[in-house]
């Protein structure tokens, strides 16, 4: 089974978690990533480069199943990657909970 795991935030517990993933999974897992930087910009906007990476990193195989964390915007990401997707089936890992996580002192709420 090829797995398709997609991981906008790659760093700390996020890389652990993925790379964790990767190495105990019985399936082969493909990863793609984006550096541990620009935190809101990952959750918002890197569903658009981090679904033209997968199809490099696929190079023209379907994955089985996408996994992904909850820094991804996995509908946006799943509409600019179906023609490298296709209809695998999604798993949108919680790894923590975005909508409720505390602003930093002085910074505004985002949508």
């Known amino acids: 089974m090829l797995i398709l795991l997609v991981e906008p935030y790659f760093g700390g517990s996020h890389r652990a ?7 105990h999974s019985a399936h082969e897992v493909v990863l793609v990533t984006h550096e541990a930087r620009f935190w809101k910009w990952r959750m918002h906007g890197s569903h658009v480069t ?5 199809a490099a990193r696929l190079a023209g195989r379907r994955p089985d199943a996408v996994l992904a964390s909850s ?3 996995l509908a946006g990401f799943l509409g600019a990657a179906r023609s ?3 209809h695998a089936p999604a798993v949108l890992y919680m790894h923590e909970n975005q ?4 602003p930093v002192p002085g910074e ?3 949508y």
Do not use: I, S
Not at 17 to 23: D, K, L, S, T, V
Not at 50 to 54: G, K, Q, R, S
Not at 99 to 102: G, N, R, V, W
């Open 17 to 23: 978690w993925a790379e964790g993933y990767a190495r």
């Open 50 to 54: 981090l679904a033209a990476a997968a």
């Open 71 to 73: 820094m991804l915007d």
């Open 84 to 86: 490298v997707v296709g």
């Open 99 to 102: 909508l409720t996580y505390p």
């Open 108 to 110: 505004a709420l985002d």
